[in-house]
T-cell receptor, first 116, second 113 residues
Framework: GDSVTQMEGPVTLSEEAFLTINCTYTATGYPSLFWYVQYPGEGLQLLLKATKADDKGSNKGFEATYRKETTSFHLEKGSVQVSDSAVYFCALSEGMLTGGGNKLTFGTGTQLKVEL | NAGVTQTPKFQVLKTGQSMTLQCAQDMNHNSMYWYRQDPGMGLRLIYYSASEGTTDKGEVPNGYNVSRLNKREFSLRLESAAPSQTSVYFC????????????FGQGTRLTVV
């Protein structure tokens, strides 16, 4: 079945450092890929997405490129801020659940802590 | 511009008590979902409703029931709470077709003692 593997956290960085959070996936078909962010005490918010190979999703300075050849969707940001401290989830949507609806598969999440 | 709204935000139950978590969305989505989030396990699907009038089991349905009240509302019921159901619960909604994203509520933090 589908699966998503993310790097273990927590990841602790100094402000203005470069961020990479690795994500690889296993899917039988051709999924859409997502990064969600969860700030403390809040729900998941869609950060960016990509729907086909070589697509680059970007938002708020974060980027991720859909790499079909390596089945990866790594999240990057050139200069992190304290306000980026959150948990980041990689996810894929490949097909339909029984009876309809989107089947979303999530990674376990990576906590990012950014310090001054 | 509410999106997905869940109530309550926090709840403490005693073992064996029952409760219903409420969820409503205003995005005219056909599909709605209930997930639970536990440390180190990501999000796991409990139940979903592909469209109004239908519900189906997800990955971890035991101990839960759901009701799709109308297109907007999808509730999750714990009939006899157990400590293993201590978790953060998220409601989400999405378009029914296509490999699209889901939109999430703020979550309900439930503790069963």
């Amino acid at each position: 079945g589908d699966s998503v593997t993310q790097m273990e956290g927590p990841v602790t960085l100094s402000e203005e450092a470069f961020l990479t959070i690795n994500c690889t996936y296993t899917a039988t078909g051709y999924p859409s890929l997502f990064w969600y962010v969860q700030y403390p005490g809040e729900g998941l918010q869609l950060l960016l997405k990509a729907t086909k190979a070589d697509d680059k999703g970007s938002n708020k300075g974060f980027e991720a490129t859909y790499r079909k050849e390596t089945t990866s969707f790594h999240l990057e940001k050139g200069s992190v801020q304290v306000s980026d401290s959150a948990v980041y989830f990689c996810a894929l949507s490949e097909g339909m659940l029984t009876g309809g609806g989107n089947k979303l598969t999530f990674g376990t999440g990576t906590q990012l802590k950014v310090e001054l | 511009n509410a999106g997905v709204t869940q109530t309550p935000k926090f709840q403490v139950l005693k073992t064996g008590q029952s409760m219903t978590l409420q969820c409503a969305q205003d995005m005219n989505h056909n599909s709605m979902y209930w997930y639970r989030q536990d440390p180190g396990m990501g999000l796991r699907l409990i139940y979903y409703s592909a469209s109004e009038g239908t519900t189906d089991k997800g990955e971890v349905p035991n101990g839960y029931n759901v009701s799709r009240l109308n297109k907007r509302e999808f509730s999750l019921r714990l009939e006899s709470a157990a400590p293993s159901q201590t978790s953060v619960y998220f409601c989400a909604s999405s378009e029914q077709q296509g490999r699209t994203e889901a939109f999430f509520g703020q979550g309900t933090r439930l503790t069963v003692v």
